[in-house]
DNA sequence: CCTGTGCATTGACTTGGGTTAAGAAATGAA
DNA sequence: TTCATTTCTTAACCCAAGTCAATGCACAGG
């Protein structure tokens, strides 16, 4: 697979990129394949990287008593920026791949030099930032709005990829309830 | 009361600021007070400004079947990006004073022309937008992962001045129960 | 093929928030 | 101060999610 027109492949959603453009693309970035369960980031460890999923599937989840809590899933053309790497502290939560995934890695030294060389990009950026932002916040509202029967209503009605690649028991922990919830609301509807 | 020291006071919190840069500080954005209840944005309107809370205090709802449902409070040096601001597309939410306020308000334009004059605050900008998003991304975390009881602890430790300054059944809606609930938590709490 | 492991379902019971309704306490205006 | 309104508390009852435990089911490895 040309991994490579992944990222290029992302980058024109965004804006039209010159051939030139296109060839630094291909040459900034690392990109790789992880397998199932690969770990990108572990609590405890300071982020080194930010991510892109360009194929695949992330999943950002905290350990509580020993149980994993699910935050967020990340899919095709996801950006991810852990807090860890921002503040660079010790993150309090992992990063794993649910699935086999191909993932661009950034640094901040790479993401500088590639600022520097190349400020049209800029405002693209700053857009994306500012559209996951509000992604985001609505995400929390709605979340806090509904009951866990509501979200998972929604949740296959906006997200139904989801439902068939992801474990169930992952599923109910990211609405924030117990797989056995999950169980009698799935029976509940669909009989 | 002179509220344009209240917003030199802001930008000061992130980097240091000329006499000439305070000027233009002083004379770039629109500060205004509002009075208790006074509503800056309404669900349906396009938002023409964003806000950066000086003194007082903003919420955010929601109002669902006649119920509003409390997103955010904003107090001193908290700005305000609403998301209809970003993608000028009608309101969900509402914006509504609290508290009489003292608030500076920007345009997409004020914002463009002050960055044109003056690049060096545009890594500020950036950083503020950075740890906004983190903070927000946690805030999000913990109410996921918390019991309404546990989230009403972190609430009095991490904000005891809003326990103070907004009436309990606001602090309900917050917390994401209803009033009777949240007085049935204080009383096993602190009883 | 059988077996083990991990995942999903079901049932009985507990718990805590929602609902409804009433009344108490605080606040503000006349 | 008095009265009205808003806010907070309490009680009884309901319901959905949590808990604990057993069972079913599918898939992988031997």
Redesign the interface.
Known sequence: MNTDNLLVAYFSQYMDLSPEEIEVIKNTDIIREYAKNTVLLEAGQVAKNCFLVLKGCVRRY?I?DGEE?I?DFYTENDPI?P?SY??QTPS??YLSCVEPSVISSGTDESTQEFIAKFPQFVPMFIKI??????K???S??N???QSPEDRYQQLVASRPDLINRVPQYMIASYL?IKPESLSRIRKRLFS
Chains 1, 2 share one sequence.
């Open positions: 905290y509580q809590r935050m920026t807090a921002v503040s309090e939560y930032g500012d559209q996951l932002s509000v985001k916040q609505l929390f509202d979340f806090k709005n924030g």
